[in-house]
């Protein structure tokens, strides 16, 4: 062999493994503290717990499949997140604990928001007539095809929405300056302690508190039959209905939907804090608001089952990021009839005209929840996916992309306590799990050399690189796809070494075997090398087989030790092939190598050059004498 060759190779894995982690990721290239730094878990840097707490329509505990199915969900959402060994447990009956490391918790707080997607023609709008919110800009919505320059729906700047076709045949949704929300990848419910699912008996209790809470007045708004009613009433009628500014948000969503919309005085604040799941039900008309204005939508015609993937990606012309949904064969065929409906609708007055865009046409609400994402005019057939684009930052985009992706949870919960975990015990136990490391490994060095005396070198430098390998991965690898390294991974990093000793022991003592068998050291390393490897692959082997298995197959801290014992053993038998074995074929054709007390063969090397006997060669035989 050519040893050069190998440990060129291993060379090379290094300065590529090195240069990543200097030039990527944060921080400046002199920022060596910044660049060596992996990402640390729960237990080591501290954190974020937060409870979701299951509301069912009678108040009783929810089916255990069910809250099994919510956690996966919700565990998926964590991990599409690019956050490694989450810790998502059931507790109790009806609760749902979340456990993520580091300080930012906010897009964890919105991992358990249901995410109902629904797709809704707009039938009428009105002005919202409650306190107006600060401005700010709101993501939109648009719908494009396959082919490039087929129709297409993208915000433009206008008051009223409006869009004027072009040549290639697009359609812009504009979007007022004064939006109502600010842009949210999952909008988080009100804190108020009635804001929590309300469905079945809930709802009718409360709805029977509410009509007792505003009795003659409740009895006057049902017979308001238009925003204009109201307006035409003048201050009379605007001082008599009030009463509804005061309702809160869980009581606005027991309402009947025409009194949601056509009562002035209930504003787009209270409609947009209503509880998750307050519009959910697809088969009913809804009220939502969208850019300061009241939307009455129809049914839901294209629902988030209907969607067969969701991804985001930065869109370069708007310079934003975006979410791509794809239907499904069916869903694909619902959205291409709903744009259908809007478009020929709009000839025929089955629209409002405050519904209309400048030109006639009709919207289409994109809902999420309990907000309208968007409303963009429709003014061809769509045949194609839809975007939802505006102004999404990254975190936003992914934390909605995974939210579809992943599907709506089965249970509505309402956020409890969300907690800051301290790191000092973790930071404690590191320690102590450093020491005990390093005396450790400081003993498994002291006695490779006092035993195997120059391989016991071949061991050390073997671990040494063996831990460079690993330091570069766990860097890496918590840069993305975000790998944290925990208490319990630590721990799987610490077993990886004993199982790169018994590699060492499996070929040195299979070297001896070699020696004693009358081969000298020269020829016995190669020869070692050959049956030696064959175990070492298969004791490897079964290590990472069960790795995987345990890594499959567990979940939150287990998960981590597994899959850190899995990546040492693999990159240890990158350092056996391109280091251990290239090294000892070079040890072996050197001097020392040949010296019972350097070379650390002892006894066996000192037999074999006892037995040697001189030999020469004669008219092509061998023969022996005595020495």
């Known amino acids: ?41 729960l237990d080591l840097v501290g954190g974020t717990t937060l409870t979701l707490i299951a509301q069912t329509d009678d108040g009783k505990a929810p089916p255990k499949t069910s809250l099994e199915e919510a956690r996966n969900i919700i565990e998926q959402r964590v991990n599409g997140l690019g956050i490694a060994e989450p810790e998502v447990v059931t507790e109790g009956d009806q609760n749902i604990v979340v456990s993520v490391a580091g300080q930012n918790s906010d897009a964890i707080k919105q991992v358990g928001q249901p995410a109902q997607l629904r797709f809704r023609k707009v039938l009428n709008a009105t002005q919202d007539q409650g306190p107006k919110a600060p401005a700010t800009p709101k993501p939109s919505a648009s719908a494009s095809t396959k082919p490039k320059a087929s129709g297409s729906a993208k915000p433009s700047a206008s008051k009223t929405p409006s869009s004027k076709p072009s040549a290639s045949k697009s359609a812009k949704a504009s979007k007022s ?48 039959t238009s925003p204009d009613q109201v307006a035409q009433g003048g201050a009379q009628a605007e001082e008599a209905l009030k009463a509804f500014r005061k309702l809160s948000p869980a009581e606005v969503a027991v309402l009947p939907t025409t009194m949601q919309f056509n009562i002035p005085q209930i504003s787009c604040k209270q409609l947009d804090n209503r509880p998750a799941g307050s519009i959910d039900k697809e088969k009913e008309q809804v009220v939502s608001c969208d850019s300061g204005q009241k939307l009455l939508l129809d049914q839901a015609k294209v629902l988030g089952t209907d969607v067969k993937s969701a991804d985001y990606t930065y869109d370069n012309q708007a310079g934003g990021w975006k979410v791509t949904l794809s239907f499904k064969g069916h869903g694909q065929s619902k959205w291409t009839n709903l744009t259908k409906e809007a478009f020929d609708n709009s000839g025929k007055n089955k629209c ?5 865009g400048a030109e006639g046409h009709c919207r289409v609400a994109i809902v999420l929840d309990t907000k309208v994402v968007s409303s963009p005019q429709i003014t061809s057939v769509i045949a194609g996916d839809a975007e939802i684009t505006g102004g999404f930052s990254q975190s936003q985009a992914t934390l909605l992309a995974n939210q579809l992706k992943f599907g709506a949870l089965p249970l509505t919960f309402h956020q409890g306590e969300a907690n800051q975990v301290s790191a000092s015990l973790g930071t404690s136990q590191l320690e102590a799990g450093l020491i005990a490391a390093a005396i450790g490994l400081l003993i498994v060095i002291l006695y490779s050399l006092f035993y195997y005396r120059l391989l016991g070198i071949v061991i050390f430098l073997s671990l040494v690189l063996s831990g460079l390998l690993v330091f570069a991965a766990l860097i890496l690898l918590g840069r993305n796809p975000g790998l944290t390294l925990t208490l319990a991974g630590f721990a799987g990093f610490v077993v990886s070494l004993g199982v790169a000793a018994d590699s060492f022991v499996i070929y ?35 290590t990472v087989l069960c790795a995987a298995v345990l890594y499959f197959l567990s979940a939150g801290s287990v998960k981590g030790f597994a899959f850190a014992l899995g990546l040492a053993t693999i990159l240890d038998l990158i350092v056996v092939f391109l280091f251990r074995h290239p090294i000892m074929t070079l040890f072996a054709r050197s001097k020392a190598f ?22 020469r060669r004669r008219s092509g035989r061998t023969e022996t004498k005595e020495a």
């Open 594 to 615: 040949l010296s019972p007390r350097v070379s650390g063969l002892g006894r066996v090397l000192e037999g074999h050059q006892a037995e040697e006997k001189p030999t």
């Open 352 to 356: 409002e005209q405050a519904a209309l």
């Open 1 to 41: 062999m050519h040893p050069s060759r190998y440990l060129a190779v291993l060379g090379g894995i290094f300065v590529v493994l090195y240069a990543l982690v200097f030039f990527t990721g944060p921080g400046s290239i002199g920022d060596v503290h910044q660049k060596l730094k992996p990402r640390l878990g």
């Open 177 to 224: 300056p004064s939006a109502s929300s600010t842009p949210s990848a999952a909008p988080s419910p009100s804190g108020d302690n009635d804001d929590v699912a309300v469905n079945g008996t809930a709802k009718k209790k409360l709805l029977a508190k509410v009509q007792k809470k505003l009795g003659a007045t409740y009895q006057l708004a049902q017979q308001v």
């Open 508 to 542: 040195f003592e299979r070297l001896k075997d070699e020696i004693r068998d009358g081969r000298s050291p020269r020829s016995a390393v190669p020869r070692a090398w050959a049956r030696a490897r064959r175990t070492i692959i298969s004791a490897n082997a079964i």
